[in-house]
């Protein structure tokens, strides 16, 4: 993993960008893309793209397999780059910062976009391959998909973190989605800290706070598959529901089961830390009477 991001960019020239377009571009169709049809895309001629992926691979961007013919693939590394020179050109990010955060399958980094300079972050994916049988069973996005790499992986939860974003903001207390392109979205700064390091000073306040953002994302038909005290962040004035790929909507064959989850796992928290009781029965039936979910 590239240990600066931004010092990297800086020193990636715009020729040196082209040659991992072109890779990404033909890893639609080979494992590893042939360096003459690298070639043919950038419109190099052979020896001057092979000076270029050597210098790329000098710096971790690219990797090369020697067999029945030399080939090269792109990782995470130069996908963020490509990602970051996409918002770089929008005027999305002007100004990459430190690393905040890691997950399980994402890295984020403070940034600052547009012409003011608002704080920012990047959320980048990185769904993995080690990970992607038990992701293509779990994930309503990517049941019906045959042809599965990391890199579309990446790409099409991103996206769909994104979009789902689009659609609660702002009637959902959730981070205001900003831009996206291929693994990464640009969002607002997350106000507060994660439910699970803090204690809160009026637990059923909050409590309840939570229970009503998931509450009007089931009413826009969202439910988010994934929530507990580590995606939920608090602050003074109320919540902020992260981490949304795993979404499902109320269509999905397990939407009941899922939303029954995710409320159990907060009131389970609160149970635990707090000593609160709630039926769930009686908060999960509240939630989908309120949708009028037959």
């Given at each position: 993993?590239?240990?600066?991001?931004?010092e990297?960019?800086?020193?990636?020239?715009?020729?040196?960008?082209?040659?991992?377009?072109?890779?990404?571009?033909k890893?639609?169709?080979?494992e590893?893309?042939?360096?003459?049809?690298?070639?043919?895309?950038?419109?190099?001629?052979?020896?001057?793209?092979?000076?270029?992926?050597?210098?790329?691979?000098?710096?971790?961007?690219?990797?090369?397999?020697?067999?029945?013919y030399?080939?090269?693939r792109?990782?995470?590394?130069?996908?963020?780059?490509?990602?970051?020179?996409?918002?770089?050109?929008?005027?999305?990010?002007?100004?990459?910062?430190d690393?905040?955060?890691?997950?399980?399958?994402?890295?984020?980094?403070?940034?600052a976009?547009g012409?003011?300079?608002?704080?920012?972050?990047?959320?980048?994916?990185?769904?993995?391959?080690?990970?992607?049988?038990?992701?293509r069973?779990?994930?309503?996005?990517?049941?019906?998909?045959?042809?599965?790499?990391?890199?579309?992986?990446?790409?099409?939860?991103?996206?769909?973190?994104?979009?789902?974003?689009?659609?609660?903001?702002?009637?959902?207390?959730?981070?205001e989605?900003?831009?996206?392109n291929?693994?990464?979205?640009?969002?607002?700064?997350?106000?507060?800290?994660?439910?699970?390091?803090?204690?809160?000073?009026?637990?059923?306040?909050?409590?309840?706070?939570?229970?009503?953002?998931?509450?009007?994302?089931?009413?826009?038909?969202?439910?988010?598959?994934?929530?507990?005290?580590?995606?939920?962040?608090?602050?003074?004035?109320?919540?902020?529901?992260?981490?949304?790929?795993?979404?499902?909507?109320?269509?999905?064959?397990?939407?009941?089961?899922?939303?029954?989850?995710?409320?159990?796992?907060?009131?389970?928290?609160?149970?635990k830390?707090?000593?609160?009781?709630?039926d769930?029965?009686e908060?999960?039936n509240g939630?989908?009477?309120?949708?009028?979910?037959?």
């Amino acid at each position: 993993m590239l240990e600066n991001i931004p010092e990297t960019f800086l020193n990636t020239s715009n020729r040196e960008f082209r040659v991992l377009t072109a890779i990404e571009n033909k890893m639609k169709f080979y494992e590893w893309v042939p360096i003459e049809d690298i070639a043919a895309f950038t419109e190099y001629d052979i020896k001057e793209t092979g000076r270029i992926l050597s210098t790329l691979a000098e710096k971790k961007l690219v990797h090369r397999k020697i067999a029945t013919y030399e080939g090269y693939r792109i990782y995470f590394e130069a996908y963020y780059l490509l990602a970051l020179k996409a918002f770089v050109e929008r005027g999305s990010v002007n100004a990459i910062g430190d690393l905040i955060g890691v997950g399980k399958e994402s890295r984020v980094y403070s940034a600052a976009g547009g012409l003011t300079g608002r704080e920012v972050i990047i959320k980048f994916h990185t769904e993995g391959k080690a990970s992607f049988k038990k992701v293509r069973i779990k994930r309503e996005h990517i049941e019906d998909r045959k042809h599965l790499s990391w890199l579309y992986a990446s790409r099409l939860a991103a996206k769909r973190e994104y979009d789902v974003l689009k659609l609660l903001y702002p009637e959902v207390s959730v981070p205001e989605p900003i831009d996206h392109n291929r693994n990464a979205i640009v969002m607002s700064v997350l106000k507060g800290q994660a439910l699970a390091h803090t204690k809160v000073d009026h637990p059923e306040w909050y409590l309840d706070e939570i229970l009503e953002q998931v509450k009007k994302a089931a009413q826009l038909g969202i439910i988010h598959g994934d929530l507990s005290e580590f995606n939920i962040f608090v602050n003074p004035h109320g919540c902020e529901l992260i981490d949304w790929p795993q979404y499902v909507t109320f269509t999905h064959v397990n939407a009941r089961e899922m939303l029954y989850r995710d409320v159990e796992n907060v009131l389970t928290f609160f149970k635990k830390k707090y000593r609160i009781n709630k039926d769930i029965e009686e908060v999960c039936n509240g939630i989908i009477g309120s949708c009028q979910i037959k």
